[in-house]
């Protein structure tokens, strides 16, 4: 029994250790600006709407799998961000592991799938995934879109409730984020390349309810079509740009890749999955093609927002380097005169030469752009929190406080003022938006100023 578990045991033990080595900074980020808004939204919703949101996908509610995400963090924890952290490192973790038992699923090699996510337990092109709360919806939508898929895989003769709990899952990463749209065309790939036919049992409802959330999406009574930031613009321009960034940002290349570059390696790619002839390669090439679809026509999604196609190409590439490392390896050693457990070696030494280079890169990265990046995120936010907790105001239910000047630019005083005080009742009244008359400012229980970012307590 200790003989079987010790490698997994060792494999989870090193992968936790170097997530940590990279991330456990991130307990000591603030809150993103964007995490005011987002966490205003689901607390102005009534609570039982979070969860009945859930069930709901074709109303269009925006994303309600984060709501389920932040409010018991708040009202548990209040804006202390720290255990927001936790969780969001959490489900990194998860999905992690996730990726290791979609690289066995597919084929890999036990090493390729072993190395898969170390390629992803770090990775500085989408390292906001790692550290900003405000991009919880694509570490939640990737989990549940890898436990969706490889509880798919697994199914042979799948019964009612083995659908009903795929659907599950997949409802759940369709809550999270539209990137998991794309779902049951990946399985209808896998089925493709891995079966006799497909298990239409599953995948004509993974269909049907994809169509239910594309309809919420875009006609629903809280449709995000309707949104300025999510209005697709099908053109050349922004193909090429969404394509350079995204390879950009998975090969690390910060910011220096070209539209020719792009064809070349897509052709790469292609190349490769012909050479090599074997499932998994190609199942991860298409799968690096397709689920980027529900971003690529919109504006400069970038970095976190790649987390499910990173996982294609996180795979590809190991199995790829691994099988060059084999072939490669193997020949140096037979040319050097090395046999048996000296020559099985050699594949191993080139893949961890290989993997430091990866390390290299992101921890350069890291140092240069990351870690100044987390130091200043979310400044005001915080300090702002902070001066709150010090005041400690007491506003009665349903009270009005005013503010005759704030630091920001958009409603986040609003926002930061009606968490602080956990009370959906309050009414919070912004000089700066909207001008205050006299007698709106002699009826609020209390008055602030926040100008250059002090918080003082005027009245």
Avoid at 404 to 418: E, K, R, Y
Wanted: with cysteine; proline share 6%; aromatic share 16%.
């Amino acid at each position: 029994m200790f003989r079987r578990l010790a490698p997994a045991a060792a494999f989870a033990i090193a992968l936790a250790a170097y997530f940590l080595y990279f991330n456990r900074g991130a307990l000591n980020v603030h809150f993103a600006p964007d995490d005011m808004m987002n966490l205003s939204q689901y607390f102005r919703w009534p609570r039982w709407q979070v969860w009945i949101a859930q069930i709901m996908p074709w109303r269009g509610y925006y994303r309600p799998l984060a709501g389920a995400f932040y409010m018991p963090l708040l009202y548990i924890f209040g804006l202390n961000p720290r255990p927001y952290h936790a969780v969001l490192l959490a489900i990194g973790l998860a999905a992690l592991y996730l990726v290791y038992v979609l690289a066995r699923q597919l084929g890999a090699s036990p090493m390729a799938a072993y190395l898969a996510p170390f390629l992803l337990a770090f990775h500085a092109g989408i390292s906001n995934l790692y550290f900003d709360i405000a991009f919880v919806y694509d570490a939640l939508c990737g989990l549940f879109y890898l436990a969706a898929l490889a509880y798919y895989i697994r199914l042979r003769r799948p019964t009612f409730e083995q659908a009903v709990i795929f659907l599950a899952l997949f409802l759940c990463a369709l809550n999270s984020k539209e990137m998991a749209a794309t779902l049951p065309a990946i399985l209808v790939v896998y089925d493709l390349l891995y079966r006799d036919k497909p298990l239409w049992l599953v995948i004509l409802p993974a269909f049907t309810l994809d169509a239910f959330f594309a309809y919420g999406k875009l006609f629903g009574p809280a449709a995000l079509s309707q949104s300025e930031g999510y209005v697709m613009a099908f053109t050349r321009q922004r193909l090429i740009n969404f394509q350079t960034q995204m390879l950009s940002d998975l090969s690390l290349a910060w910011h220096h890749i070209e539209w020719p570059i792009v064809v070349v390696v897509y052709a790469l790619g292609l190349g490769i999955a012909l050479w090599m002839r074997r499932r998994v390669i190609w199942f991860c090439f298409l799968f690096v093609l397709v689920t980027p679809l529900p971003i690529e026509f919109l504006e400069g999604r970038r970095q976190a927002t790649l987390f499910i196609p990173a996982v294609g190409a996180a795979i590809l590439a190991a199995e790829v380097l691994v099988t060059l490392a084999q072939v490669l390896g193997s020949q140096l050693a037979k040319e050097i005169g090395l046999r048996g457990a000296a020559a099985r070696v050699v594949p191993l030494i080139a893949v961890a030469i290989a993997f430091y280079g990866w390390f290299a890169r992101n921890r350069e990265i890291d140092r240069l752009y990351v870690q100044p990046a987390m130091a200043e995120l979310g400044g005001p936010t915080w300090n702002l929190i902070q001066q709150f907790d010090a005041l400690h105001p007491e506003i009665p239910p349903h009270g009005t406080v005013a503010f005759l000047d704030d630091p920001f630019d958009g409603w986040d005083m609003q926002f930061i003022a009606q968490l602080w005080f956990r009370d959906p009742t309050l009414k919070v009244l912004l000089q700066r938006k909207t001008p205050l008359s006299a007698n709106a400012l002699a009826q609020a229980d209390h008055v602030f100023n926040a100008a250059g970012g002090k918080l003082v307590q005027v009245r």
